[in-house]
Nanobody
Framework: QVQLVESGGGAVQAGGSLTLSCAAS????????LAWYRQAPGKQREMVALITSGGFTNYADSIKGRFTISRDNAKNTVYLQMNSLKPEDTGVYYC?????????WGQGTQVTVSS
């Protein structure tokens, strides 16, 4: 069983910053890619950032240059540093990993950005 738990969400003003964390028990992060997704109200879930086991990253165009994904395998934790937040960044953010072709998700953490 893979368990992911997000934290760090909240309400911020446009232009502000927020850091999200995703922690898991065991050593599941090592050797697997990790990603952050978000789902805005009335919208489909979309990937915003990904980091491979080797530390390479990929970002959605909408957040490129503003968000940074990082991982600490020793702590089984992945982070999303969010800067210059915009109202359109509002949504529920989810941590994701794929193990043996199965998708695993955290419970999500709410991010609300006011204009």
């Amino acid at each position: 069983q893979v368990q992911l738990v997000e934290s760090g969400g909240g309400a911020v003003q446009a232009g502000g910053s927020l850091t999200l964390s995703c922690a898991a028990s065991g050593s599941i992060f090592a050797g697997h890619p990790l990603a952050w997704y978000r789902q805005a109200p009335g919208k489909q879930r979309e990937m915003v950032a990904l980091i491979t086991s080797g530390g390479f990253t990929n970002y959605a165009d909408s957040i490129k240059g503003r968000f940074t994904i990082s991982r600490d395998n020793a702590k089984n934790t992945v982070y999303l540093q969010m800067n210059s937040l915009k109202p359109e960044d509002t949504g529920v953010y989810y941590c994701n990993t794929v193990v043996r072709q199965n998708n695993y998700w955290g419970q999500g953490t709410q991010v609300t950005v006011s204009s």
